[in-house]
């Protein structure tokens, strides 16, 4: 007695194993790919930093600030990703990719879109902080970020340096972490980088 495998099988076990040798992936807290069509919240991946990415008032003015709750308990925000590229018809939200993040189910009487932005540098800290908006320079660079790996399975880091969008502008690429400013948490480059995670909403 012979077995047939059928040919749509090995083609299923082919693609998944190509996907993983390939193409590195981000996964959630349930260790499923992150993916382009749901909601995440992104949280620290450890304690004592804050709570879930949120927007900020920072100063009671627009734009609001991308930066975190100070309690575990608070709802945060969720976020969605988009690809700059989606030429590999992934719904997979790749690592090292430069990608949208933009805030889902805000409410909020500022005029600018939720997605994140890199703003000027904070005179202050000496910091770039993130804020939101639609970045209105040419290129929109301002607008895309990365999701790095750590040396952590499932832990990432945030990074701006939007080589996809352009690889000969010589970016001053810088990775993510908090900023604490009066008793508020915002998220800016060019400091110790916040380890996070991504959790399904919903779940
Ligand atoms: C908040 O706004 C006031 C008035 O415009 C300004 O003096 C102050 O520096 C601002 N603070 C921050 C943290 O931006
Ligand atoms: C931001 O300003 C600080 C202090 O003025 C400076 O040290 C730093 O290099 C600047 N960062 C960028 C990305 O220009």
Not at 71 to 94: C, L, M, R, W, Y
Not at 179 to 201: C, T
Request: with cysteine.
């Amino acid at each position: 007695m012979s077995m047939k495998v059928p040919a749509s099988l090995v083609l299923a076990v082919w693609f998944f194993m190509a996907k993983q040798t390939l193409a590195q992936y981000v996964i959630d807290t349930n260790g499923e790919p992150v993916d382009n069509d749901e909601e995440y919240y992104i949280k620290p991946a450890i304690t004592e930093n804050g709570g879930r990415f949120t927007l900020i008032n920072r100063n009671d003015s627009c734009p609001l600030y991308v930066g975190l709750e100070d309690t575990d308990s608070a709802q945060g925000f969720p976020v969605k990703f988009t690809h700059f590229a989606n030429n590999i018809q992934d719904e997979d939200i790749g690592v090292n990719r430069d990608l949208k993040v933009e805030f889902v189910e805000v409410s909020s009487t500022c005029v600018q879109t939720t997605e994140w932005r890199v703003g000027e540098n904070d005179t202050g800290s000496g910091r770039r902080l993130i804020i939101s908006g639609e970045d209105d320079s040419a290129g929109l660079y301002g607008n895309y970020f990365r999701i790095v790996e750590t040396e952590s399975a499932g832990i990432y880091n945030f990074q701006w340096c939007p080589m996809e969008l352009c690889s000969s502008c010589g970016f001053v690429c810088g990775n993510a972490g908090i900023l604490r400013e009066n008793g508020k948490i915002l998220f800016a480059l060019d400091g110790a980088s916040l380890p996070v995670v991504f959790q399904k909403k919903d779940d």
